[in-house]
């Protein structure tokens, strides 16, 4: 008789598509979208009703529909977008980990390398989900509540800092660079707050873990002693944001945070792969 | 192949019976430390295939590790497994697609219905191709009785319901080997029936059954062979109908004359005790040899009866004594 037919291994596909559908039922990453979304309305209202001119990000804003998606992102990326991250990695290792459920994938078998790269999937679509939703919101919210992209009398979509009119086209084109900017800072945070996750089965852990680091940062980057780590913590970076509303860009800092970004995605994507290997579960 | 073709086993396919003796489980001088506590120490056991292999003991004697070991779920801090001919961890993506397994109680999402639940454990599921694992959900689910809780949210099943999503899963496709770590929590009567029927199922489809329980009286009904641990050793394995043989379980002896009986049982050296309206002798010579005794001292015997141990008397004995 013949041997039992090898055991084709599940495809990416389906893999990835169930680790999908398991992401988007999960009833907090629709609440959490659902928040980040109302947060550009939000802002929106506020500038409409503010009369106060002031010399900010914020302030730009006014009679500029298309720059309050940048002025979103970059203020939820202090602190709501990464926590959106960190629930993400926390439900997928830890998360899984509480409930008996990695032993299941274990079991089945998803094979450990497997596993982590459809748990960093996973974790990426919700970051990619949250910015996406924080941007076509601001969009949305700019033209409807402060204006159409155009600059009264200029001929352009968008009003730059430094004066200048951009097309519409130059000014989608800013946006999804701002977009995919933040996107990059995200997939750090969510790598390592995977690396912890692999570490715990207590979600509560990873986002104590995520929130704790974003607050030692910010005081870190406080102290003038500690001046020559500043440049190290990922937090620094975080206002190159605004930086796509300049004329020219500059990209000195934009790139600069993008490399600090990599460096926390490749350490972090080592610890959580050198632990997942070995993991009891 | 069998023809009892049960629902559990009727998709069962020519993989299980032309599996050669080797056996489905093998471990050699396996230990387990964690920090300063043996959880595992030093076993050797073999789980023959085709047979339904209990895993008893004491809580904390160390079996869910053993079991987690063996499924690769635990790194042994020394010694080998080998799972289905297999080593552990190396060969576990060929081995775990034939296995299925229930673990410390079933592990499912609170938020998922059942039916949702089991379609993600399908979806990582190699033996299922994307096409079939609809009808496999739905099977599996009919063939552990949830099918009209299926809709239900998992946060809302009861004990005996989650336990019975558990099996599903493990039964999601026909295994070669299936582990069942406590199968009975949680289930009320009928449950614990159903599980019982599903062991011997799969036993009659050729598979490998290993099954820890502390319900002794189920061990007993199904299980072929067993392998007792306390804190962390085996000290004992086997087939169990030898190892039951293989306790003295003694003799009743029935008489009119017990305290006759006992004088001269004791006088043969023969450890015995009154029991009920006859005698029990426990230990001593050779049952010829105070058979005799009894006859030459005039003392009337109405009957004799070997007494079988059974399984609980066995493990409290084995379990009970000292180290």
Known sequence: MTAPAPPRSVSWTRLLGAELRWVLRRPRTLVMLALLAAVPMLMAIGIVLSDRPRRSLLSEVAGNGLTLPVAALSILLTLLLPLAVAVASADAIAGESQHGTLRGLLLAPVGRLRLVAMKAFGVLVVAALAVAVVTLSGVIAGWLLIGPPAVPGGGGALLTMSGSVLPLSDAAGRLLLVAGWTLVQLAAVGAVALAVSAFTEHPLVVLSSVLGGLILFGVLAAIPALEPIHPWLITTGWDAAADVLRDPIPLDALWRSTLVAAGYLVAGGAVLVARMLRRDA | ?????????????????????????????????????????????????????????????????????????????????????????????????????????????????????????????????????????????????????????????????????????????????????????????????????????????????????????????????????????????????????????????????????????????????????????????????????????????????????????LFTRITEEGP
């Open chain 2, 1 to 313: 192949m069998t023809g009892t073709g049960t629902r559990t086993t009727a998709a069962r396919s020519d993989t299980a019976l032309e599996e050669p003796a080797r056996p489905a489980a093998r471990v050699r001088d396996l230990r387990k430390v964690f920090g300063s506590t043996v959880a595992v120490d030093g076993v050797d056991l073999d789980v023959p295939a085709g047979s339904v292999f209990g895993m008893l003991g004491p809580n904390g004697s160390g079996k869910t590790t053993l079991i987690r070991m063996l499924l690769g779920l635990t790194r042994p801090t020394s010694g080998t497994v080998e799972l289905l001919g297999r080593p552990v961890p190396d060969g576990l993506t060929a081995t775990l697609p034939d296995v299925g397994a229930l673990v410390e109680g079933p592990g499912f999402h609170p938020f998922l219905s059942g039916r949702e639940n089991l379609r993600r454990v399908a979806a990582t599921e190699p033996r299922l191709s994307s096409s079939q694992i609809r009808p496999a959900v739905s099977d599996a689910l009919e063939r552990v009785g949830l099918a009209p809780a299926a809709g239900r949210r998992f946060r809302g099943y009861s004990l005996g319901m989650k336990q019975r999503l558990g099996l599903a899963a493990a039964l999601l496709v026909p295994r070669r080997l299936v582990v069942l770590d406590e199968p009975t929590n949680g289930l009320d009567p009928a449950g614990t029936r159903e599980i019982r029927a599903v062991v011997s199922d799969l036993r009659a489809s050729g598979a490998s059954v290993i099954l820890s329980s502390h319900l002794l009286s189920e061990v007993e009904a199904v299980c072929s062979h067993v392998a007792v641990l306390k804190a962390g050793s085996l000290v004992a394995s086997g087939e169990l109908g030898r190892l039951l043989d293989a306790v003295a379980g003694g003799w009743e002896i029935e008489t009119t004359d017990p305290d006759g009986a006992l004088r001269t049982l004791r006088a043969e050296g023969a450890t015995a005790r009154p029991d009920g309206s006859g005698v029990l002798v426990e230990d001593g010579p050779e049952a010829p040899v105070l058979f005799a005794a009894l006859v030459r001292a005039g003392v009337p015997v109405h009957g004799l009866r070997r007494r079988r141990p059974d399984l609980e008397e």
